[in-house]
């Protein structure tokens, strides 16, 4: 494993609580010729996931623009607390001025706490690890799925709706599982929730939906993921049995594939979550803390439901096009 680590490194060269006012703004807090070169050390969650990606590019842009080394390591799937454990030993060693990744849990607090120990900034983004004495970056998740609750209560018949959920023992994928189921019941009793529970696993996910559908057929009227591969599993067996022009089917990510089958029309509905600007609003607190500014230690950034109506600006606005050929 501590190979693999050290072949994922990559370099990229300069080119929760209480809360107060940034005193010096973090778009404005750019490195001068004359100050200190910060280094960074980078722990990305997943190297092929979509969604990770994104962020990752905005975090990487954002360093250079603001003139921070940083330095990037992947966690291993099969592994994520012992790697992360790994990463911060090695970014330790490297002596990096602040820690940004994502994909926490609370398992990750000792080695946040390691880190800290060392004098090391710590910022999080998405999945809290609840250490304390950090700056964490993410969206609403609770709302942001009541919002899919509400939007599916006024498009569906009544029926069953599928809840594809995500890994049930982290916080992101409680509050969108709450924040759906919730708001559906409180809006439409006539409406049953078959749950299906797939660990963020695209391949537990299909499987799920396979098994609902044999269960309940035609009576299957909606499907809502907690994450977008669950999303795009329920329209690849929703398609091969036959009912996909008589279920609405909506994500939860806001990745470019996402995009895509909006546009096709695929996908009826996304929770967008803005991927890009998750990524650039942490480095750029991240250089904010350590240039002696102020920011708020919790930051919550806000989600749209997109639609067809809407994919086209949602993309632009939430800098995907890039992403997206």
Not at 6 to 13: E, F, G, I, K, N
Not at 39 to 57: H, M
Request: charged share 20%; aromatic share 8%; glycine share 10%.
């Amino acid at each position: 494993m501590i190979l693999a680590l050290a072949l994922t490194l990559s370099l990229a060269a300069c080119g929760s609580g209480q809360s107060s006012e940034a005193s010096v703004p973090p778009s404005q807090g750019g490195q001068q010729d004359d100050q200190q070169t910060f280094s960074v050390g980078f722990i990305c969650p997943e190297a092929t996931n979509e969604g990770w990606q994104v962020t990752a590019a905005a975090i990487e842009n954002t360093a250079e623009e603001l003139g921070i080394k940083i330095s990037k390591l992947y966690l291993d799937p099969n592994d994520y607390e012992g790697s992360f454990s790994m990463a911060v030993d090695s970014f330790i060693q490297q002596k990096v001025d602040a820690l940004i990744y994502g994909g926490a849990d609370e398992s990750f607090a000792a080695s946040v706490h390691k880190a800290q120990d060392e004098g090391i900034k710590c910022v999080e983004i998405d999945n809290p690890s609840n250490s304390g004495n950090l700056w964490h970056i993410a969206i609403d998740s609770y709302s942001a799925a009541a919002v899919a609750g509400e939007w599916m209560a006024d498009k569906l018949d009544a029926g069953v709706v599928l809840m594809i959920n995500g890994d049930m023992a982290r916080t992101n994928a409680q509050q969108r599982h709450d924040g759906f189921v919730e708001t559906l019941k409180e809006l439409r009793s006539d409406i049953e929730v078959y749950e299906i529970y797939a660990d963020w696993d695209s391949a537990k996910a299909i499987a799920g939906v396979e098994d609902a559908i044999t269960l309940y057929g035609d009576k299957i009227v909606g499907v809502f993921s907690a994450w977008d591969g669950g999303a795009l599993s329920a329209v690849s067996a929703l398609d091969v049995a036959g009912l996909s022009d008589n279920v609405v089917v909506c994500g939860f990510d806001g990745t470019p594939t996402s995009m895509t089958y909006i546009r096709e029309g695929k996908l009826q509905a996304e929770l967008g979550q803005p991927l890009y600007e998750l990524g650039k609003v942490g480095m750029e607190t991240v250089n904010t803390v350590l240039t002696g500014g102020q920011v708020d230690e919790e930051q919550l950034l806000t989600c749209s439901i997109v639609t067809s109506d809407n994919v086209e600006d949602f993309i632009k606005s939430a800098g995907l096009a890039d992403f997206i050929s």
